[in-house]
């Protein structure tokens, strides 16, 4: 249930996306909802952030370890999204940024996991920066930048059906980081 919710929220956002259609898409009867997301679809929408969120650290984090530069690391981050975007025939963006501008003010729960998630990739980004020679205060700066150009080429590339957002938010991100980069 939680790929089928995955896949219905990075299309349609959190709102778009109600308890029967889940069920429908997932082929899960009603009852094991409520047995295995007592939080109804709330607690789906958690799990879906929890998990998306994991997945996207873990990415950052696997392709620091792996010691390319910094354009490299930059240009393999936009890359994926731009690749992302483009399987999904721009009908889809990122289930985080769906989900984050998707849900009410009344769902704390929503807004822990997006925030957690979020920092979590900024957190990520920060470390793999300053492994390159970027200071911690500039670190901070550019992986809050990176990460805001990254989700907002998610939403403009769906809206204009072009991987142009994602090849211009990875070259603005480049020239970033050349001026927050001692010289």
Not at 67 to 84: R, S, Y
Not at 146 to 169: C, W, Y
Request: one cysteine or more.
């Amino acid at each position: 249930m939680l790929a089928v919710a995955t896949d219905l929220f990075r299309a349609r956002g959190y709102e778009g996306v109600g308890i029967a259609e889940l069920l429908e898409k997932s082929g899960s009867p009603r009852g094991s909802l409520y047995f295995h997301f007592p939080g109804g679809k709330q607690q789906i929408g958690a799990e879906v952030v929890a998990r998306v969120g994991a997945e996207v650290a873990s990415r950052f984090r696997v392709l620091h370890e792996s010691g390319v530069n910094l354009d490299g690391f930059i240009d393999q981050v936009f890359k994926a999204t731009a690749k992302e975007s483009k399987e999904r025939e721009y009908c889809a963006s990122c289930p985080m940024a769906a989900i984050a501008t998707g849900f009410g003010s009344n769902d704390v729960i929503l807004a822990d996991a997006v925030r957690g998630a979020f920092n979590s990739w900024e957190a990520e980004i920060r470390i793999a920066v300053e492994a390159r020679g970027m200071s911690k205060p500039h670190a901070a700066i550019f992986a809050s930048a990176m990460l805001t150009a990254m989700e907002g080429a998610f939403v403009i590339s769906k809206a204009q059906r072009s991987d142009a957002p994602h090849k211009n938010a990875c070259r603005a991100i480049k020239a970033l980081a050349a001026t927050m980069l001692p010289h």
